[in-house]
């Protein structure tokens, strides 16, 4: 099995920068994911991390530390159109590449 | 960017009967797709693997009876819900990789806009 914890909530002025922190637990581990989700929408691919170390994708980067199992999400410059819940989820498996997901945090930024 | 579509959007039926939901990659080849099931606020849980040409794999504690999986070409995967039951009723989405990608592209899921089900 696995298990993937990250906060439920986090709030936020336009402008600002929050960063989500996502701790896992899985056997196989082969990589951490990032997607956004606007309510009732479809889950839109945001950063990945196979590797320790930051990525960055213009004003979101992602950021994995295998040995400490954690990763985090850095938003910058945040503005309203950010305000979604955000999963991180591990991939597991190269061949089939299944990804896991934690529950989510739902980001409201405040202008 | 790559799309995929998913139908219908939204499904109401009554108790006892089936439902099923497609799930197509309009613009590339998917020998994987991926079924979800996410209950409101929370978070998506994996159902099964979709495998063309192949069984599917589904995840421990799924009914493999109860939702039916078919992936017979590349660009299309479908899930049926046997004898919908109110305890069914929820946001089922899919999601499929591209088969094509490089890298790190490989390993991204291109997501289905979701069916919402609704068993009476």
């Known amino acids: 099995g696995q298990s993937l914890e990250q906060p439920s909530e986090v709030t936020a002025v336009e402008g600002a920068i929050v960063q989500i922190n996502c701790t896992y637990q899985t056997s196989g581990f082969y990589g951490l994911s990032w997607y956004q989700q606007h309510d009732g929408g479809a889950p839109t691919f945001l950063s990945y991390n196979a590797l320790d170390g930051l990525e960055e994708t213009g004003r979101f980067s992602s950021f994995l530390s295998r040995s400490d199992s954690y990763g985090y999400l850095l938003l910058q410059e945040l503005q309203m159109k950010d305000s979604a819940s955000y999963f991180c989820a591990v991939i597991r498996g190269s061949t089939l590449g299944r990804l896991y997901f934690g529950r989510g945090t739902q980001l409201t930024v405040w202008p | 960017g790559a799309v995929v579509s998913q139908h219908p959007s939204w499904v109401i039926c009554k108790s006892g009967t089936s439902v099923k939901i497609e799930c197509r990659s309009l613009d590339f080849q998917a020998t994987t797709m991926f079924w979800y099931r996410q209950f409101p606020k929370q978070s998506l849980m994996l159902m099964a693997t979709?495998?063309?040409?192949?069984?599917?794999?589904?995840e421990q504690g799924v009914e493999k009876d109860k939702f039916l999986i078919n992936h017979a070409s590349l660009t299309l995967s479908t899930l049926t819900v046997t004898s919908a039951h109110p305890e069914d009723s929820s946001f089922y989405i899919c999601?499929?990789?591209?088969?094509?990608?490089?890298?790190?592209?490989?390993?991204?899921?291109?997501f289905g806009a979701g069916t919402r089900l609704s068993v009476l």
């Open positions: 979709s495998n063309e040409g192949s069984k599917a794999t589904y």
């Open positions: 999601s499929a990789r591209d088969q094509g990608g490089t890298g790190a592209a490989k390993n991204i899921q291109y």
